[in-house]
């Protein structure tokens, strides 16, 4: 390896390096390794380990996905040097073996006779966010995948092989042209959508779906929804009976989360409550009365979710007679159900997308 008693690598920023010294282990850094794309390369000396270094700004999910896909087959180990991440990149970076630092004090290397993990090494050998100070850079000003942008990442997450033109998303997704555009002008940057045509016929195709559902369900957020809980003694088909009352009082609504996961994926353990997406304009009380639940502040059976608007609700389908959301929504919702739902949204995603 070259340099190796100095630091003198075009590839690395600065900060980078700062960064990487700060390691535990002394480690030494250089150039990239011969015939490699990589920003430089880091040495272990005591664990007897050379990692290659790839240099990035921001990593979100999409970034995460492209790293790990250009890593395959590569035998040296890899190292991901950010001044950001995001929780999604980082889960997605270790369940594929790759390590990262970043700027905030985020570290995670696991390899014979190396361990690194952030809060978890002793005092004489620690990486902290403390221990070493970077001018963290803002993640790029892009429209994020959340709200109505979130139901144009969702509609193509839903049919993946279609080729869409601006108007067509802009019609099945219920947005402006503007924003299908900046949205589609976003995924194609990150590769996560293939162009194909110019002017208005030109079309977009989802070339990584998985990249894409996870970035969705990374930026994915609903700041103002109102959770009401409420008891309802049910019989049989929980979901189908809640359903079938609120359509008789022409209440727009969609099973979400664990209990709509439940009819494609029956594998999946006992639900215990059942999630409803309402319609924002009905009120609590309004909901409850209609699906002949009482309102209760525990032992609940029942959560209505309302958000500001009824945007989540556009994407829903009617399936047996029951209303669900769209498969992307659930398998949202089963996630970030803090009863085992990170479980069954794995076993649901691997079912429904195949991915």
């Known amino acids: 390896?070259?340099?190796?008693?100095?630091?003198?690598?075009?590839?690395?920023?600065?900060?980078?390096?700062?960064?990487?010294?700060?390691?535990?282990?002394?480690?030494?850094?250089?150039?990239?390794?011969?015939?490699?794309?990589?920003?430089?390369?880091?040495?272990?000396?005591?664990?007897?380990?050379?990692?290659?270094?790839?240099?990035?700004?921001?990593?979100?999910?999409?970034?995460?996905?492209?790293?790990?896909?250009?890593?395959?087959?590569?035998?040296?180990?890899?190292?991901?040097?950010?001044?950001?991440?995001?929780?999604?990149?980082?889960?997605?970076?270790?369940?594929?073996?790759?390590?990262?630092?970043?700027?905030?004090?985020?570290?995670?290397?696991?390899?014979?006779?190396?361990?690194?993990?952030?809060?978890?090494?002793?005092?004489?050998?620690?990486?902290?966010?403390?221990?070493?100070?970077?001018?963290?850079?803002?993640?790029?000003?892009?429209?994020?995948?959340?709200?109505?942008?979130?139901?144009?990442?969702?509609?193509?997450?839903?049919?993946?092989?279609?080729?869409?033109?601006?108007?067509?998303?802009?019609?099945?997704?219920?947005?402006?042209?503007?924003?299908?555009?900046?949205?589609?002008?976003?995924?194609?940057?990150?590769?996560?959508?293939?162009?194909?045509g110019r002017g208005p016929r030109k079309t977009r195709r989802v070339a990584s779906p998985a990249a894409l559902l996870d970035l969705w369900a990374e930026e994915a957020v609903e700041p103002k929804e109102r959770r009401t809980p409420a008891y309802l003694l049910l019989r049989g088909d929980g979901a189908r009976e809640v359903s079938s009352r609120l359509a008789k009082h022409d209440l727009a609504h969609a099973v979400t989360g664990v209990a709509a996961a439940a009819r494609r994926a029956p594998v999946l353990t006992s639900v215990l409550v059942i999630e409803v997406r309402v319609e924002a304009a009905a009120t609590s009380a309004e909901v409850a009365a209609a699906a002949d639940a009482r309102l209760v502040d525990e032992g609940a059976n029942l959560v209505f979710i309302q958000g500001r608007d009824d945007a989540e609700l556009r994407l829903r389908r009617e399936l047996e007679g029951v209303w669900l959301a769209a498969e992307t929504r659930v398998y949202l919702d089963a996630l970030r159900d803090p009863r085992r739902g990170a479980e069954q949204a794995r076993e649901y995603r691997s079912q429904v997308f195949g991915f």
């Open 1 to 196: 390896m070259k340099n190796a008693t100095s630091v003198k690598n075009e590839g690395l920023a600065p900060w980078a390096v700062t960064l990487l010294r700060a390691l535990p282990g002394a480690p030494v850094v250089g150039d990239a390794l011969p015939g490699s794309r990589d920003d430089g390369s880091l040495r272990f000396s005591d664990a007897g380990l050379v990692l290659r270094v790839e240099q990035k700004a921001h990593v979100d999910a999409v970034i995460a996905h492209s790293i790990e896909d250009r890593s395959v087959g590569r035998p040296e180990p890899l190292l991901v040097v950010a001044r950001t991440t995001t929780s999604g990149a980082r889960e997605i970076l270790e369940s594929h073996g790759i390590g990262y630092v970043d700027a905030a004090g985020n570290a995670a290397i696991d390899l014979p006779g190396l361990h690194v993990r952030t809060g978890s090494l002793t005092r004489s050998g620690s990486f902290t966010a403390d221990a070493v100070v970077v001018p963290a850079a803002s993640a790029p000003a892009l429209p994020r995948l959340a709200g109505k942008a979130g139901l144009i990442a969702q509609a193509l997450i839903l049919e993946p092989e279609r080729a869409w033109t601006l108007d067509a998303m802009a019609d099945r997704a219920g947005v402006s042209t503007a924003l299908a555009h900046r949205v589609f002008s976003r995924l194609e940057r990150a590769t996560v959508l293939a162009a194909d």
